[in-house]
Nanobody, 123 residues
Framework: QVQLVESGGGLVQAGGSLRLSCAAS????????MGWFRQAPGKEREFLTA????????YYGDSVKGRFTISRDNAKNTVYLQMNSLKTEDTAVYYC????????????????WGQGTQVPVPS
């Protein structure tokens, strides 16, 4: 297992940007593919983006493609989510997650989850 802690959330105005970080401990980050998910009030958890263990492959959900960017720094055991052009519908709790597969886009294959960080985007 690996322990994950998200940071960087907070209130941001529509059209603004925010960068989330996910710090890993307990095992080398390079062991895991990483993903970001979010859950808005009253909605199911939504896949946003994933990155392979080495960072050579990335995948994005349609709702964030072109606006969000995932990256990783295995030397720092940290994964990032750069969020640009934020919309009110991006309001949610954002989670990072780790999978032992090389890359994963479904939540079922992620075995470790952070506690989440809130991102409110008021109208």
């Amino acid at each position: 297992q690996v322990q994950l802690v998200e940071s960087g959330g907070g209130l941001v105005q529509a059209g603004g940007s925010l960068r989330l970080s996910c710090a890993a401990s307990g095992r080398p980050l390079s062991t895991f593919a990483m993903g970001w998910f979010r859950q808005a009030p009253g909605k199911e958890r939504e896949f946003l983006t994933a990155i392979s263990k080495s960072g050579d492959r990335t995948y994005y959900g349609d709702s964030v493609k072109g606006r969000f960017t995932i990256s990783r720094d295995n030397a720092k055991n940290t994964v990032y989510l750069q969020m640009n052009s934020l919309k009110t519908e991006d309001t949610a709790v954002y989670y990072c997650a780790a999978s032992l597969l090389n890359v994963a886009i479904t939540s079922a294959v992620y075995t470790s989850w952070g506690q989440g960080t809130q991102v409110p985007v008021p109208s």
